[in-house]
Structures are given as structure tokens and as C-alpha cells.
């Protein structure tokens, strides 16, 4: 199990690398073009540029979560008694993730909208589906980050916060 999550945090980062690098080389571009060729800027830049950044944002959202790099209410969570705070914990992680399952639900079915109606990218001249689907996409690996950093974290809560030790377990 510990490779499968090795090898989704490194897809997720070379992911978002790839497509970030894109951004910058695309970016540098169109405006190298604006000046060298006035008349005939790159069209598609702004637009494979919003493409590439709902990408990046949903696979950067998880690897916050995986990192803790996400907003915490901790004003309020330190003030809880130690089984209130482990307890906050769980019904985070749970209030996430049917967050998430709604947002999979409705991007799934914004997708199905886009190719029911055969939306294409205007510049681009590629399905809008493409875009669309970071949502979905995206939300599952949120998911999958969630989960593992909510266990994690209510698992060794007791470790982390100066719990007493279990019976064999050395201080």
C-alpha cells in the first residue's frame, strides 16, 4: 500500500510540475511573440494556460492536504479537550470527503454535459471535457490525501499531542 501512495504522490507532483513548466514556457512565449510578431500572437495561450492552472489547483489541493498545508481553524481546536480534538479530527476528515463526493458528483456530471453538448475550447478546438474533468479527477485524489492524512493524523494523534504512552510502548 505504501508504494501505491508513493507512486500517486509522485504523479501528483511531476503532474504538477509538467503542466506549471508548460505555463511558463507557454506564457514566455506569447509574450516574445507579442513583440516580435505583433499582428500574430499566439491565440490559444490564455486559454491552455486556464486549462493547465484548474489542473495544477486541484492536484495542488491534495498534495496540501498531504503536506498540512491546508487552512486550520487550530484557534478553536487547541482550546477542545484532548478527546474533542481527536474527535474534530474524524468529523473533519468525514466532512471532507462528502464535500468531495458531492464536488465528484457534480463535475461528473458537468462533464457529461460538456459531451452531451459537444462544447469545444474556442482557441484550442479541444473537447471543453478536458477541462472539465480536473474536477472530478482532481476530487478523487483530494479524497485519497484526505483519508490518508485524517488516519494518519487520528491514529497517532495520542503520539503527537503527549498522550499517554500504550502499555509497552517506551515514553
Not at 111 to 127: D, E
Not at 138 to 157: E, M, N, P, Q
Request: net charge neutral; glycine share 8%; with cysteine.
Amino acid at each position: 500500500m505504501k508504494n501505491i501512495f508513493k507512486a500517486v504522490d509522485w504523479f501528483e507532483e511531476f503532474f504538477m510540475v509538467l503542466c506549471m513548466l508548460v505555463m511558463v514556457v507557454v506564457n514566455f512565449l506569447n509574450v516574445v511573440s507579442r513583440y516580435l510578431m505583433p499582428q500574430s500572437p499566439f491565440s490559444f495561450t490564455e486559454e491552455l494556460t486556464v486549462l493547465l492552472f484548474v489542473w495544477t489547483t486541484m492536484f495542488g489541493i491534495a498534495c496540501g492536504y498531504k503536506r498540512h498545508s491546508h487552512m486550520g481553524l487550530n484557534l478553536f481546536t487547541d482550546m477542545l479537550p484532548k478527546a474533542g480534538q481527536k474527535i474534530f479530527i474524524l468529523l473533519s476528515t468525514i466532512m471532507s470527503t462528502v464535500t468531495l463526493a458531492v464536488l465528484f458528483v457534480i463535475g461528473t456530471q458537468m462533464v457529461q454535459s460538456q459531451i452531451n453538448y459537444k462544447q469545444i475550447m474556442t482557441a484550442l478546438k479541444i473537447p471543453e471535457a478536458v477541462g472539465g474533468l480536473a474536477i472530478p479527477v482532481g476530487a478523487v485524489f483530494i479524497v485519497i490525501s484526505v483519508l490518508r492524512t485524517g488516519i494518519r493524523d487520528f491514529i497517532d494523534f495520542d503520539k503527537n499531542h503527549g498522550g499517554k504512552p500504550k502499555e509497552g510502548e517506551v515514553e
